[in-house]
Each structure stands twice: as C-alpha cells, then as structure tokens.
C-alpha cells in the first residue's frame, strides 16, 4: 500500500454562500464514510483561510518571516486528505469524488516514503 495526498484547492476569492455549503455537505459525509468502510483514510483536514499563513524563508542565512502565503496564486490549497491505497489509479479514483474539485482542484501526490 502507498500513502497519497490529496490537495484540495479553491480559487481565491468568494467562498460558497451557507446553502451552497448546505447542499454539498452531505456528499462530504458520504465520501468520508465510504474512505473509513474501504480503510483508506489516514487523516484529512480542512486548513484556515489564506489570510492566517506565515511563510517562512531562508536566505543567505537570514530567516525571513512574512504574513501570508508564499506567492500570489489564484488558486490556495484549503486542505487536504491522507490516504493509503494500492496505487496512483486507485488515489486518482477517490480524488475525483471530492465535492470541491467541481469549483478546484485536487492535487494527487505519493508521499515519500508512504
């Protein structure tokens, strides 16, 4: 079995109204019922927004802290699930189930060693 990340990411920007939300929640609770039965869910997690990150870099020695995220983008990563499966066609499977790759992206990714 190999662990994979699943990165979920939205455009930045406007988030779902509460109905919008409302409507999908229960494809949530479905996927999240389905990954514990099939026993391939390590961990999942939804990240704060955008605004709350601190970035961290190096330079030269010299350790920078700045608000926010790294980069401007259109897209930031919202969160994420964990999962130990087969193989990438069995990860890519589950991925395409997540509820806000319709307005995202899911990002599919081994993780070393999993």
Do not use: C
């Amino acid at each position: 079995m190999s662990q994979y990340m699943l990165l979920m990411y939205m455009p930045d920007g406007p988030q779902p109204s509460p109905e919008e939300i409302k409507e999908e929640h229960p494809r949530w609770q479905a996927l999240y019922g389905e990954m514990h039965q099939a026993g391939v869910l390590v961990s999942n997690s939804g990240l704060s927004p955008v605004e709350s990150a601190t970035t961290v870099r190096i330079r030269d020695g010299e350790t920078l802290v700045t608000d926010g995220p790294f980069a401007e983008t259109k897209e930031v990563l919202h969160g994420y699930f964990l999962i130990e499966v087969a193989d990438l066609d069995e990860a890519l499977k589950w991925a395409e189930r997540i509820p806000s790759a319709a307005r995202g992206s899911v990002e599919v990714r081994p993780v070393w060693g999993g």
